[in-house]
């Protein structure tokens, strides 16, 4: 929205530092900050006062859990509140690719809050049936590949782009739409299934989205392309301010979320911040990289994944408990070292991934 003062310009006055990209981002960053610090302690109240006992504990976990009870959920609206407001007021809202990536995390959100909302009225650990949940998750990251996909550039439309390897696409065809698919959706369960502890996912959601802004803002500016011999993708910069309000909000939701949690993100956090980082990356044709820059989500995923197949063909556990990170709190990690381990582990894989825009 302030994007549009630039037309009050004449070029040499403040209204000019409304065309540059890096200023609305870093707009947009303290926008969904203090967004989440002024409504972050309200909206907690208003929670608390409405869940009564909270999100229902899982009665096979952790025993540390327990303690856990009556800790209200649904504190992912105070992100993507901080997220969405922070974006409309900040990027181009002619942009496509703002609005793909706004319109899956905001579905994605509700398919989450429909989850919390049937877990904390009937106070139990259900929710929404899994297929439910997948079949609506697959219908609207086909919408949003398909129009990306024709947003694309020619030459890249409906391409697999590699990492590393200069100028290699694979022509995917209309298997790209059914690949971008899983891309999305896999990233939001995957992010889902991470969020188990306190803190556990903010942080790395915030590091993924920190790289993948990066990356946006790279790929759309042809002199980088350029410099880098990455695919060029006109528009994808302004996503970059979607990214900045993302860890802006992240972070105010973390004041809130620290161990130990006042509030718990829910999977109307989770789901949607997953499916977020799931859009950028098909957006910004870095499918591949988001699998690098968000390893531990990748890891988690297939932690569980391999619990439940060895488990039905032995009837054994790999882990002791399955997704990884109740594994070492079974072995007897404290919780917060779990969760900073895996914060560094995080960090580590999004330096990684940034990486693979000059290793060509």
């Known amino acids: 929205m302030f994007y549009w003062l630039t037309a009050l310009s004449d070029g040499g006055d403040v209204f000019n530092l409304f065309r540059y990209i890096t200023f609305r981002a870093g707009a947009a960053f303290f926008t969904a900050l203090v967004f989440g610090f002024i409504f972050g302690q309200p909206l907690i109240n208003v929670l608390r006062r409405r869940q009564g006992k909270g999100q229902p504990i899982r009665s096979d976990g952790p025993e540390g859990h327990f303690v856990k009870a009556g800790t209200p959920t649904m504190g992912g609206l105070l992100i993507l509140s901080a997220l969405v407001t922070s974006t409309l007021l900040w990027a181009r809202l002619d942009n496509v690719f703002v609005w793909i990536v706004l319109l899956v995390t905001l579905s994605f959100g509700l398919i989450g809050f429909a989850d919390d909302y049937a877990k904390v009225s009937k106070q139990n650990t259900a929710g929404v049936p899994g297929k439910v949940r997948l079949g609506l998750g697959f219908l609207i990251s086909g919408i949003a590949a398909y129009v990306a996909a024709t947003h694309h550039p020619d030459p890249l439309q409906y391409q697999l782009a590699l990492p590393v390897f200069k100028d290699t696409l694979i022509n995917l065809g209309v298997l790209f739409i059914p690949f971008a698919m899983v891309v999305i959706v896999g990233a939001a369960n995957a992010v889902n299934l991470t969020d188990g502890l306190d803190g556990l996912a903010i942080m790395p959601v915030m590091i993924a989205a920190g790289a993948l802004g990066v990356i946006a803002y790279a790929v759309g500016r042809s002199d980088f392309t350029e410099y880098l011999d990455v695919h060029y993708v006109p528009g994808t910069g ?47 044709k870095h499918e591949i990289v988001l699998a690098i820059v968000g390893g531990l989500f990748v890891v988690e995923a297939l932690s569980v994944i391999i619990q439940v197949l060895y488990f039905k063909r032995t009837g054994k556990r790999v882990f002791l408990m399955a997704p990884i990170h109740h594994h070492f709190e079974k072995k007897g990690w404290a919780e917060p070292q779990i969760v900073i381990r895996f914060w560094i582990i995080a960090l580590i894989l999004a330096m990684i991934g940034l990486a693979t825009l000059k290793v060509r």
């Open 238 to 284: 302004e996503i970059l301010i979607f990214c900045a309000a993302l860890i802006g909000g992240g972070m105010g939701f973390l004041w809130y979320n620290a161990p130990p949690a006042a509030v718990f993100m829910g999977d109307t956090g989770s789901l949607a911040l997953g499916g977020a980082l799931g859009a950028i990356a098909v957006a910004t």
